[in-house]
């Protein structure tokens, strides 16, 4: 192990998937790898993004369509970007007001858990107010290259309604989507934990779906580094890797539950209650202002299942997303450079060939609620079966 001691700027943003890393530095991981990491916590992802592209920091907890996009140069300067570990998959949910909830039961032919189901429901009610002259349903998502954005169309799309032209949707940083709930300037919003869960227990939301059950496999946070910074500094992102798998393991062990979730609840770190962060980490998650809970042990994975190993068909998926919503072309070229960002030959070089993903994984890497399997190999396939797009 080295121990010289190498000094680093992480900016992250106060979420749940931030947790291998916040951990990796609170629990010493780091600094057992020489690192001395400056944590930064950022508001909005076009912070963490710009002050990464420009070496402000030297490795962000990022959503990881911004990492795709980023390197193919879509939506901004085009920087090289690679994610050689995994922060989270999953951990997104659905929070609709109170009273698009109502709608959306009173429209329902079956049970609103099936995400098709409460698609074809939000048709109905989205019809309903277009014939009534209402004003489009706004829905909060994080950013336009984001998971948020992506699960969203998908699960809108899949029941009848064009995210461009039935309803609005308008970008808001995660720590805002409450309170833009509660002022009533959106109707809903795809946001990460724990800020699903602070507007159900303050009585302003309903959890409609956690994103598992939308995509049962979904990456949504990656570490991310510049391209150049990694083939510049290959020991010390060893080392970073390294430290970010242990704080995984730490994480995934129940045993470390209690203390993990209170170094999280820290104002400088997610800032949420301890329980709540609790809830979040075992995926018991209260999803009505009644008390109503839902459980899934898919709700979240930060290690378990594999998910601090980057996969390619990952990045492949969301590249998929990028052109079916018209925010890049279809290219051979552009396929293979999303792919590449997703690095898992430098997060097996740190930790150590890795073991099978368990069965029950869904076989193509993603496991969406509708549609065939995911070739990550055939864009064209997978867009082809799908009459709303650009």
């Avoid at 051979?332 to 030959?345: G, H, Q, S």
């Avoid at 070089?349 to 099978?356: C, I, R, Y």
Wanted: glycine share 8%.
């Amino acid at each position: 192990m080295s121990t010289s001691n190498t000094r680093l700027r992480i900016g992250f943003i106060p979420l749940a998937d931030a947790t291998a890393l916040l951990i990796a530095v609170d629990k010493g991981f780091a600094a057992a790898e020489g690192l001395d990491i400056d944590l930064v916590r950022e508001v909005s992802w076009s912070n963490v993004r710009d002050k990464l592209n420009i070496g402000l920091f030297d490795a962000a907890h990022l959503i990881a369509p911004v990492a795709i996009a980023s390197s193919l140069g879509l939506g901004h300067v085009k920087v090289p970007i690679v994610a050689p570990f995994g922060l989270g998959v999953n951990g997104n949910a659905i929070t609709v007001s109170p009273g698009l909830y109502a709608a959306i039961v009173a429209a329902a032919d079956g049970n609103i858990i099936d995400p098709m189901v409460s698609a074809r429901a939000l048709a109905r009610v989205v019809a309903n107010r277009k014939a009534k002259g209402e004003e489009p349903l706004t829905f909060g998502m994080t950013f336009p290259f984001s998971t948020h954005n992506y699960h969203l169309r998908f699960w809108m799309a899949a029941g009848g309604v064009d995210p461009d032209e039935d309803v609005r949707l308008v970008v808001l940083p995660p720590p805002y989507m409450v309170e833009s709930l509660a002022n009533r300037h959106v109707d809903g919003f795809c946001v990460g934990a724990p800020w699903n869960s602070v507007a159900v227990d303050l009585g302003i939301g309903f959890i409609l779906h956690f994103v598992s059950e939308i995509l049962s496999r979904a990456v949504e946070k990656v570490l991310g580094v510049r391209g150049r910074w990694a083939e510049e500094n290959p020991d010390v992102l060893v080392r970073l890797v390294r430290a970010h798998h242990r704080a995984a393991e730490f994480v995934e062990d129940p045993a470390n539950l209690d203390e993990v979730a209170a170094l999280l609840a820290a104002p400088n770190r997610i800032g949420a209650t301890a329980e709540v962060i609790r809830r979040t980490l075992v995926g018991r998650m209260k999803v009505a202002p009644d008390g109503t809970t839902r459980v899934s042990e898919r709700y979240l994975l930060i290690g378990r299942n594999g998910a601090a190993r980057p996969d390619p068909a990952q990045a492949a998926w969301l590249y998929a997303q990028m052109v079916r919503w018209g925010q890049a072309p279809l290219s051979d070229e552009f396929l293979a450079t999303a792919k590449a960002v997703f690095r898992p030959d430098l997060y097996d070089a740190a930790v150590g060939p890795a073991a099978p993903l368990p069965s029950s994984e869904p076989a193509d890497g993603i496991g969406a609620f509708t549609g065939p399997a995911f070739d990550p190999n055939d864009i064209g396939a997978h867009l082809a079966v799908w009459k709303i797009r650009r």
